[in-house]
């Protein structure tokens, strides 16, 4: 099925797109690589969010890798249309690289703004609304009571928390938005990779379908050297963490997809991914005390946290001309 897409965006090979995969995944590794060999009794020893965070930029110079070898591609068949008798088409001029990542166009401002809103509303409605069909499914051990923030409440304050409870928690849901500003530009680069080069070209390809199951598996993947240190699920199973990942990153990863897609930049994503990490705290206030939450079936990041998402994207991707025709 043909779709539009992006002003600029061009119909490259798979050796162009595979190039932007081979090298993220190579870069993640090679990130974390000093952590990976190290033995796994001294790695509490080591600043493993550092690590985190480099791995995190991986996709953003992976994007740029493949970036300058697009531009080699389009300039080649550029001079070869030229050179041409037979009235070949002329490609379009390479895109500028803010383009290609999805940093602009920042205009029109209400625009990106507004879907910026969205996204942070949006994803955390999600987080929230996972634990309640977590508890729904037996899964994720609600407390309506909130025993762990009122011990954390009344720790701070001193004194019984009791009248507080209210106001201490839209405070602290002001924190999860503040957070969620803060941490937009480590998950700005990541987007930039994923949903700002990757998959508007393939899209373009094989419409956004095809696109958000490919994006979603290879990202998953490139998940792998920090699931491989614990992150996120904490398995020893690697195999387990990464299908996990892998199911998180197509249903998530598509609903963030649709935001790039609709806004015209990577901002609302960005913005979609940094509220996730900031919301992650609500699954302990509203968990039962002294019990574990398996993040395997609870939370948004478990399999019950993605069948709302899941229910969006499938609608989004039912009306997919229409939902994922991109911003002009």
Request: hydrophobic share 55%.
């Amino acid at each position: 099925m043909k779709h539009p897409n992006v002003v600029g965006t061009p119909h490259l090979p798979l050796t162009v797109l595979s190039t932007y995969i081979a090298v993220t995944w190579a870069l993640a590794w090679l990130a974390a690589s000093p952590v990976v060999f190290t033995d796994a009794a001294d790695r509490g020893e080591q600043p493993l969010q550092t690590y985190y965070n480099l791995v995190m930029l991986t996709p953003l110079i992976g994007a740029i890798v493949a970036y300058l070898v697009e531009r080699r591609h389009v300039r080649a068949r550029r001079r070869e249309a030229t050179d041409s008798t037979d009235g070949v088409h002329v490609p379009t001029k390479p895109q500028p690289l803010v383009d290609a990542l999805g940093i602009t166009p920042l205009r029109p401002l209400g625009r990106l703004i507004g879907w910026s809103v969205l996204s942070l509303m949006l994803l955390f409605a999600f987080s929230v609304a996972a634990l309640g069909v977590g508890a729904l499914l037996g899964v994720y051990p609600l407390d309506p009571s909130l025993p762990i923030f009122v011990r954390e409440l009344e720790t701070r304050l001193g004194h019984d928390a009791t009248e507080f409870i209210a106001p201490g928690l839209a405070v602290e849901i002001g924190q999860i938005f503040l957070g969620a500003l803060v941490l937009v530009f480590i998950h700005a680069a990541q987007e930039m990779g994923w949903r700002g080069y990757l998959f508007p070209r393939l899209q373009v390809r094989w419409g956004p379908g095809w696109a958000v199951l490919i994006t979603g598996i290879a990202s998953g993947l490139w998940y792998a050297p920090l699931l491989y240190l614990g992150f996120f699920y904490n398995l020893g199973n690697i195999f387990e963490s990464l299908a996990l990942m892998i199911g998180y990153s197509i249903v998530i990863g598509g609903v963030l997809a649709w935001l790039r897609t609709r806004s015209g930049s990577i901002w609302p994503a960005a913005f979609g991914q940094s509220m996730i990490t900031s919301a992650a705290v609500l699954h302990f206030w509203f968990a039962a005390e002294g019990v574990t939450v398996d993040l395997r079936a609870a939370t948004l990041q478990g399999w019950s946290g993605w069948i709302l998402p899941a229910i969006l994207l499938g609608i989004l991707l039912i009306m997919s001309r229409k939902a994922f025709a991109p911003a002009r």
